[in-house]
Nanobody, 118 residues
Framework: QVQLVESGGGLVQPGGSLRLSCAASGIIFSIYHMDWYRQAPGKQRELVARITSAGSTDYAASVKGRFTISRDNAKNTVYLQMISLKPEDTAVYLC????????????WGQGTQVTVSS
């Protein structure tokens, strides 16, 4: 059974920091590209950051320079370090495991809420 479990969300003031984690089980983690998405109320789901199985990273323009994605294959975990948080970063953050060749083998976590507010 495949599981992706996000953690680390919460309430933070503008300018603050959070680190999200996504622990995977039931997949060969090292071969998957790992993505962080976010979805705010009334908005489309947005790809925030991506790290390939080889370790290459890419970011949405809105978070570049503030967010850092990383992975630890030994722990089957992907991280999203977020600094200089803004109210517009408020959303549910979800991780996605993207199989290199088969969309039928993509998996999503349940999400963790990030709220940036004073």
């Amino acid at each position: 059974q495949v599981q992706l479990v996000e953690s680390g969300g919460g309430l933070v003031q503008p300018g603050g920091s959070l680190r999200l984690s996504c622990a995977a089980s039931g997949i060969i983690f090292s071969i998957y590209h790992m993505d962080w998405y976010r979805q705010a109320p009334g908005k489309q789901r947005e790809l925030v950051a991506r790290i390939t199985s080889a370790g290459s990273t890419d970011y949405a323009a809105s978070v570049k320079g503030r967010f850092t994605i990383s992975r630890d294959n030994a722990k089957n975990t992907v991280y999203l370090q977020m600094i200089s948080l803004k109210p517009e970063d408020t959303a549910v953050y979800l991780c996605k495991a993207e199989h290199p060749t088969s969309r039928a083998r993509d998996y999503w976590g349940q999400g963790t809420q990030v709220t940036v507010s004073s």
